[in-house]
C-alpha cells in the first residue's frame, strides 16, 4: 500500500502544486489572463488577453465579473484585495491552473498576499502564496461562500499566521492546501465568523487550526504534523466538530528548542476550553504525541495523555487512537465519511478507495475512508507493460506485452490509443491488440487504471509502420579492430518487424553472446588468432527466429620457428633467374618464394628472414616486402662498402606466398635470405615482450668463444626467472659478436641439434656488431651459438615464444617514422636519450600493442658507439645496446621494442647515445605485437 509522506519544505510544497488536480477552466472567452513572465507582452491597461495579459493580479481583481476566471501565470509581488463577487451558480475563480503561479506580499506590506473583503462566491485554487514578514498569506473578511482550495501557503518566522477568516464570513472552504515554513497559526477562525469548513489540508510545522468565538465550524480530515503548542484548540465556539484528523508529533519550546516559540498555552494535540467543551464533537481522529509523556488533549482545563483516557472522561473520541500514523494502520479505512466537511477525494485528487488488506472500521456512506488528508491508494510493485514491436509492417499484428501488478492484486484495465484514429478503453491491458492498414509512423499510448487508485503512468511508445516483405534474413557485417578483434553489426530484414532478441556465437567455445538493443559496433576479441565461424541468431518482434553466419579471420597471426632454411643465395643460383648465379643488379629486386615452398605451409602472412648481404661494393640497403605491394620507402638492412653484414627482417608475404627484396644500391650484390620461421592467422606460438635483460657477456669472467668453438646459453627459467620454465619455443635475442680476432660469422640454433651451415651473423676482424634473431629453443631450454673465429659474446633477451603467449603479430604497410637527417625527431646527441613516436603513423595499429617491429639506422657515424632502445617511462636502468658500430659506418639492426603501457597505447620510445658524438638515425616501423585486453 501507498502512503505518500507529508511535505517537509516549502520548495517541495511549491513542486506539490502541480499535482493538484486543477478546477474545471471556464471557456476562453470568460477567461481574464494575468501573466508577468519574460515576454509576455503585459499591460495593466489593456483588458487580460493572452496576447495582452494584465501585469498584477489587482488589475484583474478591479474588473473581474461573475464568471470570469483569472488565469495566473509568474511570480507576483504584491497585496491584492478581491472585493468584487460572483454568483452561486457564476462564481470568480483565481487559478493558477497547472502551472507554478505564486504570490508574495511585500515584505513591508501590513497587508496579505489575499485579502478577499465583502466578497462573495469567490474561490482561489491552485498557487503558492506567501505572507510577508509581519502578514498572513491570506485574509477572508466578512465573505461568504469563499473556497480556497489546492494552494501552498507558506509564513515568514515571526509572521502572522497563514490563512484567516474575520468578521462576519460564512461559509467558507478552506481545502487541500499545504500549510508550511514557521511557528504561526495556519488556519484562524474569528470571532462572528460561522459555517466554515477547514478539510483535507496538510498542516507541517505550523499551529494547527485555531477556531476562537466562532460557530458551526467542520474541522475534517486534515493532516497536521509537527505542530507547535496544538493541533487543534478550540476557544469559546459553539456547534464545532473535530473529525477524521491526523495530528501527530505536537512539539513545544521547551521539548524542541529552536523551533517553536515559547507559549503560556495549554500543549496539547487537542486543545479545547471548558466554554467549547460541549458544543464540540470530536471523533475519529488520530492524536498521536511527540512523547510518550506529552499530554494528548487538553479539555476543559484537564490534560488527558490517552484517547481512552479522554473518552471515559468526557464520552468524547470514541473511535480516536494513538498510535503512529506513520508506523500502523490506524489511519486507513478507519473515518467517518458522514462527518461535516469530509471529501470524496484526498489531498491529490485521488478517490476515498477501500484498502482490501485492511478491515473497514469506519462508518457512513464509504465506511472506507481514511483519516487525515491523504488517503492510502493501491501501489504498482511490477510494471513490465509494453508493445511487443517498435517496427511492424502492415497487416502485422501488435500487441502489448508484460503485466502490472500492484499491492493489492486489483486487475488493470487499459485505455489502448494506436496513433491512427483507433482507440479501445477497458481491456486487458496484456491482450490489446491492433492490425495497421497504411505505412507511417505512429505514437501508441496506454493508460492503466484500476479500481485501487495505484498511479501508473502513461505507457508511450513509437511503432514504425512498414511494407510487407521477405522473410527474416540476418546480414552480418564485420570489421577488424586490432589485432584479435572484430566489431559486429547484426542487421535483421526484409520482414519488417524489428528485432526482439539476438544472440551470437563467436565459434572459439566460449558461451553465446547476447546483444542488447541490437547495438551496432559490438565489440568482440579472440584470445587467439585462427578463423572462426560467427553464428547470429535472431528474433523478431512477431516471434519468427533465423539464423545467419560469416567466417572472420583476425589478422593476428602466431609464429612457428623454421629451419633455418636458405631460400636464396644469389652467388649460388638460389632463386636466381633460371637458377643461375648472378648477382642482385644495382636497383633490382629479386622475388623469392616463401609460403608453400621448402615444406612452409601456404597462407603465412609474415616471415621471419635472415638477410646477409656479402662483400657489396658500395654502400647500399636492402628492403624487403610483399609481392605484388608498392615497395615501401623503408629499409631492413644497411651496409657500407666491402662490409658483410647480417640482419632480421620480419617481412610481409604476398597472397601466393612471394617476398620482395630490393637491392638499394647502385652496384650489383650477392645476398643470402634464409628462413628462421613463419606467422600465420592460426593457433601456434604467441609472443611475451620482456625489458631488455643481458644473459651472457663473455667479457665479463667466462672468456671469448675459441674458433669453432660453442657456447651454449640457458633461456628456459633465466632473467631472474621472468623466462618461464617450460614451454618456450623461441627466443628473442640481439647477439653481439665483440671485437673478433677474425673474419667469420656465427650461427644460433637449439642446443642438442646439429648446427645448421647458414650464418646468423657475420662479422669483421675487430668489429663489434649486433643482430636481433628469433633462435629456437632446445628440448634443454637452451641454444647453442657456435663461432667461426674467437670472438666475445653478449645476449640479450627482449621476449620469447610460447604457446601460452598472448601477444599475436600484426604486419602493417612500412613506415620510416624517425628520419633525423631529414627533420623527423631530432639527432640523438653524444649520452643523451631522446623520445621518439614510433606508432603516430602507423595504419590501423591496436590500442593493446604491447611491442613494436623496428629496423634502426645509424647512418654515417662519426665516431663509436652504441643505441639503447626502451620504453619511454619504465624508470628502468638503461638496457643494453640494440645497434653497435665504429666511426664512419651506417648499420643497422631489427629491435622489437615493448610498449610501456599497451592498453594507452604509449607511442614513444627512448633512445640513448652511449658514444661521445651525436649520430643521425632512421626507425622503420614494420608491425607490431598485440593482445586482446578484454572479450565479452
Same mark, same amino acid.
Given at each position: 500500500?501507498?502512503?505518500?509522506?507529508?511535505?517537509?519544505?516549502?520548495?517541495?510544497?511549491?513542486?506539490?502544486?502541480?499535482?493538484?488536480?486543477?478546477?474545471?477552466?471556464?471557456?476562453?472567452?470568460?477567461?481574464?489572463?494575468?501573466?508577468?513572465?519574460?515576454?509576455?507582452?503585459?499591460?495593466?491597461?489593456?483588458?487580460?488577453?493572452?496576447?495582452?495579459?494584465?501585469?498584477?493580479?489587482?488589475?484583474?481583481?478591479?474588473?473581474?465579473?461573475?464568471?470570469?476566471?483569472?488565469?495566473?501565470?509568474?511570480?507576483?509581488?504584491?497585496?491584492?484585495?478581491?472585493?468584487?463577487?460572483?454568483?452561486?451558480?457564476?462564481?470568480?475563480?483565481?487559478?493558477?491552473?497547472?502551472?507554478?503561479?505564486?504570490?508574495?506580499?511585500?515584505?513591508?506590506?501590513?497587508?496579505?498576499?489575499?485579502?478577499?473583503?465583502?466578497?462573495?462566491?469567490?474561490?482561489?485554487?491552485?498557487?503558492?502564496?506567501?505572507?510577508?514578514?509581519?502578514?498572513?498569506?491570506?485574509?477572508?473578511?466578512?465573505?461568504?461562500?469563499?473556497?480556497?482550495?489546492?494552494?501552498?501557503?507558506?509564513?515568514?518566522?515571526?509572521?502572522?499566521?497563514?490563512?484567516?477568516?474575520?468578521?462576519?464570513?460564512?461559509?467558507?472552504?478552506?481545502?487541500?492546501?499545504?500549510?508550511?515554513?514557521?511557528?504561526?497559526?495556519?488556519?484562524?477562525?474569528?470571532?462572528?465568523?460561522?459555517?466554515?469548513?477547514?478539510?483535507?489540508?496538510?498542516?507541517?510545522?505550523?499551529?494547527?487550526?485555531?477556531?476562537?468565538?466562532?460557530?458551526?465550524?467542520?474541522?475534517?480530515?486534515?493532516?497536521?504534523?509537527?505542530?507547535?503548542?496544538?493541533?487543534?484548540?478550540?476557544?469559546?465556539?459553539?456547534?464545532?466538530?473535530?473529525?477524521?484528523?491526523?495530528?501527530?508529533?505536537?512539539?513545544?519550546?521547551?521539548?524542541?528548542?529552536?523551533?517553536?516559540?515559547?507559549?503560556?498555552?495549554?500543549?496539547?494535540?487537542?486543545?479545547?476550553?471548558?466554554?467549547?467543551?460541549?458544543?464540540?464533537?470530536?471523533?475519529?481522529?488520530?492524536?498521536?504525541?511527540?512523547?510518550?509523556?506529552?499530554?494528548?488533549?487538553?479539555?476543559?482545563?484537564?490534560?488527558?495523555?490517552?484517547?481512552?483516557?479522554?473518552?471515559?472522561?468526557?464520552?468524547?473520541?470514541?473511535?480516536?487512537?494513538?498510535?503512529?500514523?506513520?508506523?500502523?494502520?490506524?489511519?486507513?479505512?478507519?473515518?467517518?465519511?458522514?462527518?461535516?466537511?469530509?471529501?470524496?477525494?484526498?489531498?491529490?485528487?485521488?478517490?476515498?478507495?477501500?484498502?482490501?488488506?485492511?478491515?473497514?472500521?469506519?462508518?457512513?456512506?464509504?465506511?472506507?475512508?481514511?483519516?487525515?488528508?491523504?488517503?492510502?491508494?493501491?501501489?504498482?510493485?511490477?510494471?513490465?507493460?509494453?508493445?511487443?514491436?517498435?517496427?511492424?509492417?502492415?497487416?502485422?499484428?501488435?500487441?502489448?506485452?508484460?503485466?502490472?501488478?500492484?499491492?493489492?492484486?486489483?486487475?488493470?484495465?487499459?485505455?489502448?490509443?494506436?496513433?491512427?484514429?483507433?482507440?479501445?478503453?477497458?481491456?486487458?491491458?496484456?491482450?490489446?491488440?491492433?492490425?495497421?492498414?497504411?505505412?507511417?509512423?505512429?505514437?501508441?499510448?496506454?493508460?492503466?487504471?484500476?479500481?485501487?487508485?495505484?498511479?501508473?503512468?502513461?505507457?508511450?511508445?513509437?511503432?514504425?509502420?512498414v511494407s510487407q516483405n521477405g522473410p527474416l534474413t540476418p546480414r552480418l557485417s564485420?570489421?577488424?579492430?586490432?589485432?584479435?578483434?572484430?566489431?559486429?553489426?547484426?542487421?535483421?530484414?526484409?520482414?519488417?518487424?524489428?528485432?526482439?532478441?539476438?544472440?551470437?556465437?563467436?565459434?572459439?567455445?566460449?558461451?553465446?553472446?547476447?546483444?542488447?538493443?541490437?547495438?551496432?559496433?559490438?565489440?568482440?576479441?579472440?584470445?587467439?588468432?585462427?578463423?572462426?565461424?560467427?553464428?547470429?541468431?535472431?528474433?523478431?518482434?512477431?516471434?519468427?527466429?533465423?539464423?545467419?553466419?560469416?567466417?572472420?579471420?583476425?589478422?593476428?597471426?602466431?609464429?612457428?620457428?623454421?629451419?633455418?632454411?636458405?631460400?636464396?643465395?644469389?652467388?649460388?643460383?638460389?632463386?636466381?633467374?633460371?637458377?643461375?648465379?648472378?648477382?642482385?643488379?644495382?636497383?633490382?629486386?629479386?622475388?623469392?618464394?616463401?609460403?608453400?615452398?621448402?615444406?612452409?605451409?601456404?597462407?603465412?602472412?609474415?616471415?621471419?628472414?635472415?638477410?646477409?648481404?656479402?662483400?657489396?661494393?658500395?654502400?647500399?640497403?636492402?628492403?624487403?616486402?610483399?609481392?605484388?605491394?608498392?615497395?615501401?620507402?623503408?629499409?631492413?638492412?644497411?651496409?657500407?662498402?666491402?662490409?658483410?653484414?647480417?640482419?632480421?627482417?620480419?617481412?610481409?608475404?604476398?597472397?601466393?606466398?612471394?617476398?620482395?627484396?630490393?637491392?638499394?644500391?647502385?652496384?650489383?650484390?650477392?645476398?643470402?635470405?634464409?628462413?628462421?620461421?613463419?606467422?600465420?592467422?592460426?593457433?601456434?606460438?604467441?609472443?611475451?615482450?620482456?625489458?631488455?635483460?643481458?644473459?651472457l657477456d663473455t667479457t665479463k669472467g667466462t672468456g671469448p668463444v675459441a674458433a669453432?668453438?660453442?657456447?651454449?646459453?640457458?633461456?628456459?627459467?633465466?632473467?631472474?626467472?621472468?623466462?618461464?620454465?617450460?614451454?618456450?619455443?623461441?627466443?628473442?635475442?640481439?647477439?653481439?659478436?665483440?671485437?673478433?680476432?677474425?673474419?667469420?660469422?656465427?650461427?644460433?640454433?637449439?642446443?642438442?641439434?646439429?648446427?645448421?651451415?647458414?650464418?646468423?651473423?657475420?662479422?669483421?676482424?675487430?668489429?663489434?656488431?649486433?643482430?636481433?634473431?628469433?633462435?629456437?629453443?632446445?628440448?634443454?631450454?637452451?641454444?647453442?651459438?657456435?663461432? /667461426?673465429?674467437?670472438?666475445? =659474446?653478449?645476449? *640479450? +633477451? $627482449? &621476449? %620469447? @615464444?610460447?604457446? !601460452?603467449? #598472448?601477444?599475436?603479430?600484426?604486419?602493417?604497410?612500412?613506415?620510416?617514422?624517425?628520419?633525423?637527417?631529414?627533420?623527423?625527431?631530432?639527432?640523438?646527441?653524444?649520452?643523451?636519450?631522446?623520445?621518439?613516436?614510433?606508432?603516430?603513423?602507423?595504419?590501423?595499429?591496436?590500442?593493446?600493442?604491447?611491442?613494436?617491429?623496428?629496423?634502426?639506422?645509424?647512418?654515417?657515424?662519426?665516431?663509436?658507439?652504441?643505441?639503447?632502445?626502451?620504453?619511454?617511462?619504465?624508470?628502468?636502468?638503461?638496457?643494453?645496446?640494440?645497434?653497435?658500430?665504429?666511426?664512419?659506418?651506417?648499420?643497422?639492426?631489427?629491435?622489437?621494442?615493448?610498449?610501456?603501457?599497451?592498453?594507452?597505447?604509449?607511442?614513444?620510445?627512448?633512445?640513448?647515445?652511449?658514444? /661521445?658524438?651525436?649520430?643521425? =638515425?632512421?626507425? *622503420? +616501423? $614494420? &608491425? %607490431? @605485437?598485440?593482445? !586482446?585486453? #578484454?572479450?565479452?
Amino acid at each position: 500500500m501507498l502512503r505518500r509522506g507529508i511535505a517537509l519544505s516549502v520548495g517541495a510544497l511549491l513542486c506539490l502544486s502541480v499535482s493538484v488536480p486543477p478546477a474545471a477552466s471556464a471557456a476562453s472567452a470568460d477567461t481574464i489572463y494575468v501573466d508577468n513572465t519574460s515576454g509576455a507582452n503585459c499591460s495593466d491597461s489593456g483588458t487580460g488577453t493572452p496576447t495582452v495579459p494584465f501585469c498584477t493580479i489587482q488589475a484583474a481583481a478591479d474588473v473581474v465579473e461573475p464568471g470570469q476566471t483569472v488565469q495566473l501565470a509568474g511570480a507576483f509581488v504584491e497585496s491584492v484585495t478581491i472585493s468584487r463577487s460572483g454568483t452561486a451558480s457564476a462564481p470568480i475563480t483565481f487559478t493558477g491552473g497547472t502551472g507554478q503561479a505564486s504570490i508574495g506580499a511585500p515584505d513591508s506590506a501590513t497587508l496579505p498576499a489575499f485579502a478577499v473583503t465583502g466578497a462573495t462566491d469567490v474561490a482561489i485554487r491552485n498557487v503558492a502564496i506567501f505572507g510577508g514578514a509581519t502578514s498572513k498569506a491570506v485574509v477572508i473578511s466578512d465573505s461568504s461562500r469563499i473556497t480556497v482550495d489546492g494552494t501552498n501557503q507558506d509564513a515568514n518566522p515571526g509572521s502572522a499566521g497563514y490563512l484567516e477568516i474575520s468578521g462576519s464570513s460564512s461559509h467558507v472552504t478552506v481545502s487541500r492546501n499545504h500549510f508550511s515554513g514557521a511557528d504561526a497559526t495556519g488556519v484562524q477562525v474569528d470571532a462572528g465568523s460561522h459555517d466554515d469548513t477547514i478539510t483535507t489540508n496538510d498542516m507541517f510545522r505550523t499551529e494547527g487550526v485555531v477556531v476562537t468565538s466562532a460557530s458551526h465550524v467542520a474541522v475534517t480530515s486534515n493532516t497536521i504534523s509537527a505542530a507547535c503548542d496544538h493541533g487543534v484548540a478550540i476557544t469559546g465556539s459553539t456547534g464545532i466538530s473535530v473529525q477524521n484528523n491526523v495530528i501527530q508529533n505536537v512539539l513545544d519550546s521547551t521539548s524542541v528548542p529552536g523551533i517553536c516559540n515559547p507559549t503560556t498555552s495549554p500543549i496539547g494535540g487537542l486543545v479545547v476550553d471548558g466554554a467549547s467543551a460541549s458544543e464540540v464533537t470530536a471523533d475519529y481522529n488520530i492524536v498521536y504525541p511527540y512523547h510518550s509523556t506529552d499530554a494528548v488533549y487538553q479539555w476543559a482545563g484537564t490534560a488527558y495523555p490517552t484517547s481512552s483516557a479522554f473518552t471515559s472522561a468526557t464520552g468524547q473520541g470514541v473511535h480516536d487512537s494513538n498510535a503512529d500514523p506513520q508506523h500502523s494502520d490506524a489511519s486507513i479505512d478507519s473515518a467517518n465519511s458522514n462527518a461535516p466537511g469530509e471529501l470524496t477525494a484526498d489531498l491529490y485528487g485521488d478517490s476515498r478507495v477501500d484498502d482490501p488488506l485492511v478491515a473497514n472500521t469506519g462508518t457512513g456512506v464509504r465506511p472506507h475512508d481514511d483519516r487525515g488528508a491523504i488517503e492510502t491508494v493501491d501501489s504498482v510493485t511490477s510494471n513490465s507493460l509494453a508493445i511487443n514491436a517498435t517496427q511492424a509492417p502492415v497487416g502485422g499484428t501488435v500487441h502489448t506485452t508484460g503485466t502490472i501488478t500492484d499491492t493489492w492484486s486489483e486487475p488493470f484495465t487499459c485505455a489502448a490509443d494506436f496513433g491512427d484514429g483507433t482507440t479501445v478503453t477497458d481491456v486487458d491491458c496484456a491482450k490489446v491488440s491492433h492490425i495497421y492498414t497504411k505505412t507511417g509512423t505512429y505514437t501508441v499510448t496506454l493508460t492503466p487504471t484500476n479500481a485501487g487508485a495505484a498511479q501508473v503512468y502513461p505507457q508511450t511508445t513509437q511503432l514504425t509502420v512498414v511494407s510487407q516483405n521477405g522473410p527474416l534474413t540476418p546480414r552480418l557485417s564485420v570489421t577488424q579492430n586490432g589485432a584479435l578483434g572484430l566489431n559486429l553489426t547484426v542487421t535483421g530484414g526484409k520482414d519488417g518487424w524489428n528485432l526482439s532478441g539476438e544472440t551470437v556465437d563467436f565459434g572459439d567455445g566460449n558461451p553465446p553472446v547476447t546483444l542488447t538493443g541490437n547495438a551496432p559496433g559490438f565489440y568482440y576479441g579472440y584470445s587467439k588468432p585462427g578463423t572462426y565461424t560467427i553464428k547470429a541468431t535472431m528474433t523478431d518482434a512477431n516471434g519468427a527466429t533465423a539464423t545467419g553466419t560469416t567466417k572472420f579471420t583476425p589478422v593476428g597471426a602466431d609464429y612457428t620457428p623454421y629451419g633455418p632454411v636458405r631460400l636464396a643465395d644469389t652467388a649460388h643460383g638460389i632463386s636466381t633467374p633460371s637458377g643461375v648465379p648472378a648477382k642482385l643488379g644495382a636497383g633490382g629486386t629479386l622475388r623469392v618464394w616463401v609460403g608453400g615452398h621448402e615444406g612452409v605451409p601456404a597462407g603465412i602472412t609474415s616471415a621471419a628472414l635472415n638477410l646477409t648481404v656479402n662483400a657489396p661494393q658500395v654502400a647500399g640497403q636492402l628492403t624487403a616486402f610483399a609481392d605484388g605491394v608498392r615497395r615501401p620507402a623503408t629499409s631492413n638492412l644497411s651496409f657500407g662498402a666491402g662490409q658483410t653484414i647480417s640482419g632480421l627482417a620480419i617481412v610481409p608475404v604476398s597472397g601466393a606466398g612471394w617476398v620482395d627484396i630490393h637491392n638499394g644500391s647502385s652496384a650489383g650484390i650477392n645476398l643470402t635470405a634464409d628462413l628462421d620461421g613463419y606467422f600465420q592467422p592460426k593457433v601456434a606460438n604467441g609472443f611475451t615482450t620482456l625489458i631488455p635483460d643481458r644473459l651472457l657477456d663473455t667479457t665479463k669472467g667466462t672468456g671469448p668463444v675459441a674458433a669453432g668453438g660453442i657456447e651454449v646459453v640457458g633461456i628456459a627459467g633465466a632473467d631472474n626467472g621472468q623466462l618461464p620454465s617450460t614451454g618456450i619455443t623461441a627466443a628473442l635475442l640481439n647477439v653481439t659478436a665483440i671485437a673478433p680476432r677474425a673474419n667469420g660469422s656465427l650461427t644460433a640454433y637449439p642446443d642438442g641439434t646439429t648446427a645448421p651451415t647458414e650464418a646468423s651473423l657475420t662479422y669483421a676482424k675487430g668489429q663489434t656488431i649486433s643482430t636481433t634473431m628469433i633462435v629456437p629453443v632446445g628440448a634443454d631450454g637452451k641454444i647453442a651459438i657456435a663461432s /667461426s673465429q674467437q670472438t666475445d =659474446l653478449a645476449v *640479450d +633477451v $627482449s &621476449g %620469447y @615464444f610460447s604457446a !601460452t603467449g #598472448r601477444q599475436t603479430y600484426v604486419a602493417v604497410p612500412p613506415v620510416r617514422a624517425v628520419d633525423t637527417k631529414n627533420g623527423v625527431g631530432q639527432p640523438l646527441g653524444p649520452g643523451a636519450t631522446i623520445g621518439y613516436d614510433l606508432t603516430g603513423k602507423i595504419v590501423n595499429q591496436s590500442e593493446w600493442t604491447s611491442t613494436i617491429v623496428t629496423t634502426t639506422t645509424v647512418v654515417a657515424a662519426t665516431g663509436a658507439g652504441s643505441v639503447s632502445i626502451y620504453p619511454q617511462g619504465t624508470g628502468e636502468a638503461v638496457p643494453p645496446a640494440t645497434v653497435n658500430w665504429a666511426a664512419g659506418q651506417t648499420v643497422s639492426n631489427a629491435a622489437m621494442p615493448s610498449i610501456l603501457n599497451g592498453l594507452n597505447g604509449v607511442a614513444s620510445e627512448s633512445f640513448y647515445n652511449s658514444g /661521445s658524438t651525436p649520430v643521425n =638515425l632512421t626507425v *622503420d +616501423v $614494420s &608491425g %607490431y @605485437f598485440a593482445f !586482446t585486453y #578484454r572479450y565479452q
